[in-house]
């Protein structure tokens, strides 16, 4: 009668191998993409743009430095952030939906 060969330890380790190639393409490759368009981001803000920080305070750039930014508020407030700060750039169109006023009867 023959007897069964020892189990390939490749074949044990398949599982984990699988499981660890799902991970970085579901987790890491989303994660590094994010990452990346965010410094991207951070790095293309300049005077004028429209932003939110991540305390949710609205504002309109008016000075770089560096890693700090000064919003301007509104006419008497600027308050200074640092870049790391800065959640979203406004695009043009968010803007005007914000500036649109609704009548609510």
Do not use: C
């Not at 579901?26 to 790095?43: G, S």
């Amino acid at each position: 009668m023959p007897t069964a060969g020892a189990p390939n330890p490749l074949m044990n380790l398949l599982p984990i191998i699988f499981i660890v190639v799902i991970f970085y393409v579901v987790v890491w490759m989303p994660q590094r993409k994010q990452m990346k368009e965010r410094k991207q981001m951070l790095a293309e803000i300049k005077k004028g743009d429209a932003v939110v920080t991540n305390g949710g305070i609205h504002g309109v750039v008016s000075n770089v430095r560096g890693t700090l930014v000064d919003l301007k508020v509104n006419e008497e407030t600027r308050i200074t952030f640092s870049k790391d700060a800065i959640t979203y750039v406004k695009k043009p169109q968010d803007i005007e939906q914000e500036n649109k006023v609704e009548v609510v009867k």
